[in-house]
């Protein structure tokens, strides 16, 4: 009786780790970047030559088999500088994503905690840079008060995907602060070469973030994107707009296009950012060659014109222009890019 106690003890254990697991990951992405900045008539010409780091993360994903076709599930994703060893946040250790879900293949999952909003997972199959690098999508389009990069205190819920269709629905307590609530809608198809989807968003931000004061002001965004993969090329597309209270409506698109040439590709991009008297637009071109499936280089280039009011700064040294103060990019200062870096996930 005691040695089957005891056996039952020892195989308990050892039965739960055979039914759960915890991954360690990781992305490591750093660069040489030399930056151009034009004359204005009030600002003479410049530059910045720096080492950078982009989009550098680490994190932690686990799951468990509970039966009957249910898992629970998680992720912590941090944030950080491979060029200084510094947290992407000072005031959020897990500043990426960190959230808790139960999901089922049949009824789909539901996530409770910090999670990227429906924006980035489009920009990511729309722009062909993949928000890397100063053609990068994020740093025009998401200037053009697009969608909310992530929510904070959010309720998540991800459907089944039935022939390539699936969807998410988001809500954004904003915990009794002025700002933060949201609500979002996403639909996605993907099928073979085709990729399509749209979103819809309502958030409360705040005056400040669109050069007013008061309190939070509700705005609202439409997306739409699209890709086909032709084997030889794959052509991808996005449109959004966004209307915000008591500022002019703003709109933005992408035309983006990836050739496979030897073991690399050719990707490049287009980017408009409209509204009135600050339009922007950002060309991009980059060259990315694969050593192997975990390990890239890159080299890119790309040219951002800002006109009237506009003042938007090219990835991803924007921690390093910040710091110029008053002499980094202003207002009608257009930008010229060169990056040479590396790239590899663990």
């Known amino acids: ?103 089922n293949g049949n009824w789909g999952s539901v996530q409770l905690g910090s999670q990227w909003a429906p924006g980035l997972w489009q920009s990511l199959r729309a722009d062909p840079f993949q928000r890397f690098g100063p053609g990068g999508q994020p740093y025009l389009l998401q200037g053009a008060r697009g969608y909310t990069l992530r929510y904070d205190n959010a309720i998540q819920y991800l459907t089944p995907t039935f022939a390539g269709l699936s969807g998410r629905a988001y809500y954004a307590a904003g915990e009794g602060q002025p700002t933060g609530r949201a609500t979002a809608l996403n639909v996605d198809f993907e099928n073979g070469p085709v990729y399509a989807g749209a979103f819809y968003e309502n958030t409360l931000t705040s005056a400040a973030s669109v050069g007013l004061a008061g309190g939070g002001r509700a705005s609202r965004t439409a997306s739409f994107a699209g890709a086909y993969d032709f084997g030889v090329l794959r052509l991808s597309g996005q449109y959004q707009t966004n209307s915000t209270e008591g500022v002019p409506h703003a709109k933005g698109y992408l035309v983006g296009v990836a050739v496979p040439v030897g073991a690399g590709q050719i990707r490049a991009s287009y980017l408009h950012r409209s509204a009135p008297n600050a339009d922007a637009s950002l060309m991009g071109a980059g060259y990315w060659y694969y050593l192997s499936k975990r390990t890239q280089l890159f080299v890119n280039v790309a040219r951002l014109a800002n006109d009237g009011t506009a003042a938007f700064r090219m990835g991803p040294a924007i921690a390093e222009q910040a710091a110029l103060g008053p002499a980094g990019p202003g207002a009608g200062q257009d930008t010229t890019g060169f990056q040479v870096g590396v790239m590899h996930f663990f």
């Open 1 to 103: 009786m005691k040695r089957t106690v005891l056996a039952a003890a020892i195989a308990l254990p050892l039965a739960a780790a055979a039914q759960s697991s915890v991954t360690l990951y990781g992305r490591l992405n750093i660069s040489a970047e030399s930056l151009h900045f034009s004359s204005t008539p009030t600002r003479s010409a410049s530059r910045l030559n720096v080492l950078t780091s982009d989009a550098s993360l680490w994190g932690m994903r686990g799951v468990e088999d509970l039966g009957g076709g249910l898992r629970a599930y998680f992720k912590l994703e941090s944030g950080f500088q491979v060029d200084s060893g510094a947290l992407t946040s000072t005031t959020q250790v897990f500043s990426r994503e960190s959230y808790v879900g139960l999901g």
